[in-house]
């Protein structure tokens, strides 16, 4: 499955965005889909993942409280919301889909998007 991450811009601290992992190639209903984010100069991080059915999400403990993760298996998307962002949160935003477990480890997943660059500015 190809994935299509979209969403990212420029706002302001305190702000929100939704982000949008949307895939081609296959159906992502089948597959856990998750979230991964990598700000200049440091590694990548798990931000939150969400299983196949959206019956369950998972979160940073950092992240939680903020970002909301839902799914839309009809449109073949899968939705970061994003609240009350901060200058930390700046970063390019990957999502990404596993078909056997859900995960927080980035090398657990084999399809990706290219990412979307969310700038949060103070």
């Known amino acids: 499955v190809q994935l299509q991450a979209s969403g990212g811009g420029l706002v302001q601290a305190g702000g929100s965005l939704r982000l949008s992992c949307t895939a081609s190639g296959g159906t992502l209903r089948s597959y856990h889909t998750a979230w991964f984010r990598q700000a200049p100069g440091k590694e990548r991080e798990f931000v939150g993942a969400i299983t196949r059915t959206g019956g369950s999400d998972y979160y940073a403990d950092s992240l939680a409280g903020r970002f909301k993760l839902s799914r839309d298996n009809a449109l073949n998307t899968v939705f970061l919301q994003m609240s009350n962002l901060i200058p930390e949160d700046t970063a390019v935003y990957y999502c990404?889909?596993?078909?056997?477990?859900?995960?927080?480890?980035?090398?657990?997943?084999?399809?990706w998007g290219q990412g979307t660059l969310v700038t949060v500015s103070s």
């Open positions: 990404a889909a596993v078909l056997e477990q859900i995960s927080s480890r980035a090398t657990d997943f084999r399809s």
